[in-house]
């Protein structure tokens, strides 16, 4: 899967499925299951779990992936099972005033992600993957590479949060400069071949992410000491806390 250029949560929840799978079947091999033991896990999903159709269908992914990456004996493309199916919700849609409150109530450290997520149209990890020079002042838009799908876009930067991001990059700039006296430091993570093309550029300021953790830690890859970006948990239980 890494390969493949899936993402870690593609991994993490393909891996959680596919263990799920081999235990509801009694621990079996997969070599030994097919078509059969799918439609039984997949019904099982609905009738006794009541998992949502995108849960159900991240199930069936992770088993097709199984099935035909690794086991080579790939599954039907008429497989009988019961389809996951919820009643439709509608949108719920802020006011105006509830967004103020929102960002009235917003911690400073989690104020400017916020901000971006709610004025660029931008997914979580697309704002916390965000590199410093993914910022472009100069023609006020922000660069996103490798987004959903490994589609690279570019989103309009509005004119109100350039001194904050300017102050954030002053402050991944110190953090920086803390990084490079501590020997053990490996530099921020690059992605793919660009490690191997540009060995050096993962000690400058434009590689750092822009929402960088306040601590190192260890990288569960490689083992070496770096700096992240942000938890997204953490992004996402500010927002639960802020009750506007």
Not at 142 to 164: F, H, M, S, Y
Request: net charge positive.
């Amino acid at each position: 899967m890494y390969l493949k250029r899936y993402a870690k949560s593609t991994v993490k929840a393909y891996l959680y499925w596919i263990a799920s799978f081999i235990r509801f079947s009694s621990m079996r091999h997969p070599t030994t299951m097919g078509d059969n033991e799918v439609e039984l896990f997949l019904n099982h999903l609905v009738n006794q779990q009541n998992v949502a159709p995108n849960t159900q269908t991240q199930a069936l992914n992770a088993l097709s992936f199984l099935f035909k990456e690794v086991i080579k004996k790939p599954l039907s493309l008429s497989l009988g099972f019961i389809k996951s199916k919820r009643a439709t919700k509608l949108p719920v849609v802020l006011t105006q005033q509830e967004i103020n409150n929102f960002f009235k109530v917003c911690s400073a450290k989690h104020y400017l992600p916020c901000g971006l997520l709610y004025g660029s149209d931008m997914r979580l990890m697309e704002v916390l993957r965000l590199r410093v020079h993914d910022i472009d002042f100069d023609y006020n838009c922000i660069r996103i590479w490798d987004g959903k799908g490994e589609k690279n876009r570019v989103v309009t930067l509005a004119v109100e949060p350039t001194p904050q991001l300017r102050s954030q990059i002053q402050l991944v700039d110190s953090y920086l400069q803390l990084d490079l006296k501590n020997p053990l430091y490996c530099g921020a993570y690059m992605p793919y071949l660009l490690r191997k093309k540009y060995p050096n550029h993962n000690r400058q300021l434009g590689w750092q992410y822009l929402f960088s953790s306040h601590k190192l830690s260890l990288d569960p890859e490689s083992k070496q000491l770096r700096r992240h970006h942000i938890d997204e948990k953490q992004l996402q239980r500010a927002v639960k806390k802020s009750r506007f």
